[in-house]
């Protein structure tokens, strides 16, 4: 899948978002990678034959003190394990939405261990 097409699906999955929780991701940007980076897969501990489909990295609003200067949060959406795992159009777009949503959840300050908790896995 081209790089344009798997855009338009992350695209879409944003702005499905309900406006009171979009409304937040004012400073958060989204990028498209292929795939994470050397430093993204040490930083995690990544062996060779895992990945990830998402990632977010910044300062969660749960742990912001009121005035701080931040740089933009960043949510990373990785194209080629997700294009890889998920062959079928629809599967990958409910799996884009997932991931979208997971990352965006980690930014409201919600842990793995509360999403599993949450059944949202």
């Not at 309900?18 to 897969?41: G, H, K, M």
């Not at 969660?60 to 890889?84: K, M, S």
Request: hydrophobic fraction near 40%; glycine fraction near 4%; avoid cysteine.
């Amino acid at each position: 899948m081209d790089r344009k097409t798997f855009e338009s699906i992350v695209i879409e999955a944003l702005d499905s978002l309900p406006p009171e929780f979009a409304r937040y991701l004012t400073n958060v940007e989204v990028r498209i990678e292929a795939r994470p980076s050397r430093d993204q897969r040490r930083a995690l501990g990544l062996r060779p034959w895992q990945t990830i489909y998402g990632l977010y990295e910044g300062v969660p609003l749960t742990e912001r003190a009121d005035g701080d200067p931040l740089l933009p949060d960043v949510i990373t959406i990785f194209q080629a394990p997700l294009v890889r795992d998920f062959p079928s159009r629809d599967a990958l777009r409910a799996e884009v939405r997932r991931t979208v949503l997971h990352e965006i959840a980690h930014f409201f300050g919600i842990s793995d261990e509360r999403l599993h908790e949450l059944d949202a896995y």
